[in-house]
């Protein structure tokens, strides 16, 4: 058995195994879990989103608590769900062909040809994804390299919280995977999927978790999804 | 014997960009004196113990005899008086840049002579347009002067004298900002080392100065070191351009010897608080910096005594705050100040003032959870020294200050045994 670790999570000293998750030693603390918690582990949520200092570095970096592991001495910091005073809205629909797709970017997202090359979206995104590129290429009008860039984007909306021109990289990255979706042909097994379903030649049985409706229930965060 | 204005806005000095005027008055002096003697510049900078007036409160000498001493691989060496002045509550640059332009340009000067310059930079925001235009006109009347062939024939080469706009961003004040501002780029602050007065504009040797330091360096090299000690209360040396607002009668720019004491500076100078207020405390140095409180009114306002209550005289701004004024907002007002203002370049720098600005709004409308102080506190802990400039310090700064000064309005008894300390 290995020796317990010692770290605090906004400013509570915790032990926890050395195998276990940031956000597995924050639950087993006994923490109400009241945010910053969505798939509970999996890393394709993005709410777990926190700043973590370890021992002896200066540096702060930003990460997902359920991909983090424990380490002796790391100072955590949850990080509040990040909603801009600006949103975006854009309906799909007006996309009728490829050829207007630079124009509508322009237009949903004007401030993405400000960018100033701060790289402060690729420094704090949690997967590493070079998200300054992918602005790059949406304002250039390189969709496919676009949306592949934003391809394992989780939507933790911690570039949109990182970038100091209100630019929103991950969501111009969800618009450009729609419109990529939007324009190109729906994958044929998914199409006959649909149709299954639609039919009840396939039956979809869907078991949900029993909550209790008390009070003492965690309350679980939304997922930090696009609204 | 009236202590006010006595240097930098006495009332012979403010006259514009007119270099007749201003040697009439006695400007220029200190330049010749410069001149006559370059080698000692520096030591009675050292003897006057001037300090950086930017926030800092640096030891001025210091920083100039790196530069000095620093090689110059191309041959060039720069002067950069930083007239970026941007911080809320802070307002005194902009004044002398305007009213005593000639003032500012010959410490600049005397800067170049001493740390043989040959590029001298006057960095200026251009919000503030007719200081800009003065120091323009200012600048252009010491072309072709002696004095200027003096100091070309010591350097041996040409020197030239520019008035650069800055970005208008408070970032553009931070000075590795001011560099890759100088350089053409955004204002990014860089990491120190190398420090500019080494490596700086295009990698050569570069002098960045507050534009209030640079103006009493030539009444000093003027005056002699020893009146300049002189003109301070106590050990402190010099005057103090003090920024005062908030809740007083006469709120304003003051001139007054380093050391005067705060009560003075509110209640004698600053006509004290508004008529029904009453005193909570002063934000001192502007927003990046601390409180203090009433048991605080004793303090000498110089850079060291300043220091021993917890506290930092920063720019000299003092923002009064009377009862009935939430602490807490007016730190959330600051941090989101900060939040706008960063650059971009540190994740922590974003995520950690967002994250502060949250909590810190919880607190003031009364929803803060049971662990939010411990939060806030532990963001107090790990933020400072995650940026590469001191934006990010100077946020967590007044946020711990406040935690410390008014812990009731934190919901808190006591302050945390840390801050004690
Ligand atoms: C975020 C930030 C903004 C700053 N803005 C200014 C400014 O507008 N003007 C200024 O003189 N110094 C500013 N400073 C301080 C400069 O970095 C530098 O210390 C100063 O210009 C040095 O001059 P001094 O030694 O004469 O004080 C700023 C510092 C930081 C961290
Ligand atoms: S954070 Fe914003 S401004 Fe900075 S590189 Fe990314 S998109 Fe550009
Ligand atoms: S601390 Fe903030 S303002 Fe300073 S360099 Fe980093 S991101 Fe930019
Ligand atoms: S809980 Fe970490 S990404 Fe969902």
């Excluded at chain 1, 997967?127 to 602005?135: E, N, R, T």
């Excluded at chain 2, 960045?208 to 000690?229: C, D, K, M, S």
């Amino acid at each position: 058995m290995s020796e317990t670790v010692h770290l605090t999570i906004d400013g509570r000293e915790i032990a926890a195994d050395p195998t276990v998750s940031i956000l597995q030693a924050y639950a087993q603390s006994g923490a109400e879990l009241t945010a910053n918690v969505g798939c509970m582990g999996q890393g394709v949520c993005g709410s777990c989103r926190c700043m973590v200092r370890k021992d002896g570095e200066r540096q702060v970096s930003t990460l997902l608590a359920c991909e983090t592991r424990v380490e002796p001495g790391m100072q955590v910091s949850f990080i509040d769900y990040f909603l801009p005073a600006h949103v975006h809205h854009y309906d799909l629909k007006d996309l009728h062909d490829s050829w207007g797709m630079l124009d509508q970017i322009r237009a949903v997202f004007p401030e993405a040809e400000h960018c100033r090359h701060c790289s402060g979206c690729d420094r704090a995104c949690p997967k590493g994804l070079p998200v300054q590129s992918g602005v790059a290429f949406s304002v250039a009008g390189d969709i496919a390299a676009a949306a592949a860039v934003f391809d394992q984007c989780v939507m933790c909306n911690l570039c949109t919280l990182a970038c100091p021109e209100n630019i929103r990289p991950n969501h111009l990255g969800l618009f450009v995977r729609r419109s990529v979706a939007a324009l190109t042909l729906r994958p044929i097994d998914l199409m006959r999927r649909l149709r299954e379903v639609a039919s009840g030649e396939m039956s979809v049985n869907v078991t949900l978790p029993r909550v209790e409706t008390a009070t003492a229930a965690p309350r679980l965060a939304a997922p930090a999804q696009d609204r | 014997m009236n202590t006010l204005n006595q240097v930098l806005l006495n009332p012979a000095f403010q006259l514009g960009a007119d270099l007749d005027g201003w040697r009439a008055a006695g400007g220029g002096q200190g330049l010749d004196a410069a001149l006559a003697d370059p080698g000692a510049i520096i030591a009675t900078l050292e003897a006057a113990d001037l300090r950086g007036m930017g926030g800092a409160g640096f030891p001025t000498h210091r920083k100039w005899a790196a530069a000095a001493a620093a090689p110059a691989p191309d041959g060039d060496k720069y002067v950069v008086c930083n007239g970026n002045e941007d911080e809320p509550g802070t307002f005194k640059d902009r004044h002398l840049l305007r009213w005593t332009p000639h003032q500012v340009i010959e410490g600049a000067l005397i800067a170049a002579v001493a740390i043989r310059a040959n590029r001298v930079v006057l960095y200026i925001n251009p919000h503030q347009a007719e200081g800009r235009a003065q120091m323009r006109r200012a600048a252009q009347q010491w072309a072709g002067t002696e004095a200027v062939r003096r100091i070309e024939r010591l350097i041996g080469k040409p020197l030239e004298i520019a008035v650069v706009a800055t970005s208008g961003r408070y970032i553009g004040g931070e000075e590795t900002a001011v560099i890759s501002s100088l350089e053409g780029g955004f204002p990014f602050p860089r990491r120190k080392p190398p420090f500019p007065a080494e490596s700086g504009c295009h990698g050569a040797p570069t002098l960045i100065n507050n534009t209030e330091t640079l103006a009493n360096v030539p009444h000093i090299l003027h005056h002699g070191a020893a009146w300049y000690r002189g003109l301070g209360v106590g050990d402190a040396a010099g005057t103090k351009l003090y920024s005062l607002s908030g809740d007083v009668l006469l709120p304003g720019l003051y001139e007054l010897p380093m050391g005067t004491s705060l009560h003075d500076l509110i209640f004698v100078h600053g006509g004290g608080m508004l008529e029904g207020k009453a005193f909570k405390g002063v934000f001192t140095g502007g927003p990046s910096n601390t409180l203090l409180t009433a048991r605080d009114l004793d303090v000498a306002l110089d850079f060291d005594s300043v220091r021993l209550r917890r506290s930092r005289l920063g720019t000299g701004a003092m923002i009064v705050i009377s009862e009935g004024t939430s602490i807490v907002r007016k730190v959330a007002e600051y941090i989101e100040f900060f939040a706008n203002g960063s650059c971009g370049q540190c994740p922590s720098c974003k995520a950690g003032t967002f994250q502060m600005a949250r909590l810190l709004d919880r607190v003031d409308s009364g929803r803060a959870g049971p662990g939010d102080i411990a939060a806030l506190r532990n963001l107090c802990r790990i933020l400072p020294g995650s940026g590469r400039c001191g934006l990010i310090d100077g946020a967590v700064t007044v946020v711990e200050s406040s935690l410390h000064t008014f812990p009731a309005e934190y919901g808190v008894a006591e302050p945390a045994p840390a801050e004690t300390a």
